[in-house]
């Protein structure tokens, strides 16, 4: 089966699409100031993609683990293992550095807003110009949290996609294992009937003597002219 047709590579384009979505994300909230709504929306936004990815991970891991009890049934060799099992460690990586990150800017962001709690006391109204600021900033948040909301349904369809193409895989790793063990049954039964052929012929000869047998063959060679005969003249 070629790397276009392996349901894992297929799994792990969608996963790897999604890595990438989330270190876009990612940059997006280091460039972006702790103290705005659009950061804590964005924090949360790479929480949840992070959870999602690793569930992806680890359930195409799964598979990996069943592939490995029987490498040759599935038509892969322990190359090709290494390599699958190489790829799901630097996922897990990528996710988790992202993650340590996002928490720490998180405890980082919460002791500043602690300071500036205390600082704030000390500060007077701000003027209409702020005001009009702080309305458009506002507005510009809403607007950047209805495009990440956007991006988090576009994650929900890729999981779901994902979910399929595994429940795909299973019932296909099923079909093969009956198809492997009707093929069985069918030999062992096919086995054994020519066991008992062997059994009668050999029982046939054995009361026929040498007499019987030399009957036997001749009888034999006739039949096969005969079929022979019929064939070439139709």
Same mark, same amino acid.
């Given at each position: 089966? $070629?790397? !276009? ?7 792990? =384009? ?17 460039? &972006? ?14 929480? &949840? ?11 195409? =891991? ?23 099992? /190489?790829?799901?460690? $630097?996922?897990? +990586? ?8 996002? =928490?720490?800017?998180?405890? /980082? $962001? !919460? ?10 006391? +000390? /500060? ?8 009009? @600021? ?36 299973? =019932? ?8 492997? +063990?009707?093929? $069985? ?22 009361? !026929? ?14 039949? @096969?002219?005969?079929? @022979? ?6």
């Amino acid at each position: 089966m $070629s790397s !276009a047709q392996d349901p894992f590579y297929i799994v792990r =384009e969608e996963i790897q699409d999604t890595i990438d979505k989330l270190q876009i994300s990612f940059h997006r909230w280091e460039q &972006t100031p702790s103290n705005t709504g659009e950061h804590v929306h964005l924090t949360k936004e790479l929480y &949840t993609s992070c959870e999602s990815i690793e569930w992806q991970v680890d359930e195409l =891991e799964k598979t990996i683990l069943v592939a490995s009890r029987d490498p040759a049934y599935y038509g892969l060799d322990e190359v090709e293992l290494s390599r699958r099992r /190489n790829w799901i460690a $630097s996922a897990r +990586n990528q996710v988790a550095a992202v993650r340590r990150a996002v =928490e720490k800017g998180k405890s /980082n $962001s !919460a002791f500043s807003a602690h300071q500036d709690m205390g600082t704030s006391r +000390n /500060n007077h109204y701000t003027t209409q110009d702020n005001d009009d @600021f702080i309305v458009s900033e506002s507005d510009r948040q809403l607007l950047l949290m209805r495009q990440q909301d956007e991006e988090l349904d576009e994650l929900s369809e890729s999981v779901q996609r994902i979910g399929g193409v595994g429940l795909t895989i299973h =019932e296909e790793l099923s079909g093969q294992e009956r198809i492997l +063990n009707d093929l $069985s049954l069918e030999m062992d039964t096919t086995s054994n009937r020519l066991d008992f052929v062997q059994k009668r012929v050999a029982m046939v000869m054995k009361k !026929a003597g040498i007499k019987g047998q030399i009957m036997l063959i001749v009888f034999l060679v006739v039949m @096969f002219i005969i079929l @022979f005969v019929l064939v070439f003249l139709t």
